[in-house]
Nanobody, 111 residues
């Protein structure tokens, strides 16, 4: 199983980014997909989930600003992030439920 995130970077407050996570060696289409994030000194926290039938759920801090989506043909899950805030700065991780994780991609929101 291989899970690879991409798309992180440095963005100004109010800006946008789209993260991607591509998986191989796993039954992607029948898997629930999640995004988590971890800031320095903090525990890893759940951000969003998308089910096999594309039902999405979000943590309160990102609700209305982030959108999770999936493309089963490309074995890829996306996290579109809008109106980014400094407190969104973290390493963002993709998880293929039950327990396949990527290595993370850094998102830094700063002026």
């Amino acid at each position: 199983v291989q899970v690879v995130e991409s798309g992180g970077g440095l963005v100004q407050p109010g800006g946008s980014l789209r993260l991607s996570c591509t998986a191989s060696g796993i039954a992607f289409e029948t898997s629930t997909l999640q995004w988590f994030r971890q800031s320095p000194g903090k525990v890893r926290e759940w951000v969003a989930t998308i089910s096999t039938n594309s039902i999405a759920n979000y943590a309160d801090p990102v609700k209305g600003r982030f959108t999770i989506s999936r493309d089963n043909a490309r074995n890829t899950v996306y996290l579109e992030m809008y109106n980014l805030k400094p407190e969104d700065t973290a390493v963002y991780y993709c998880k293929i439920v039950p327990g396949a994780w990527g290595q993370g991609t850094q998102v830094t929101v700063s002026s």
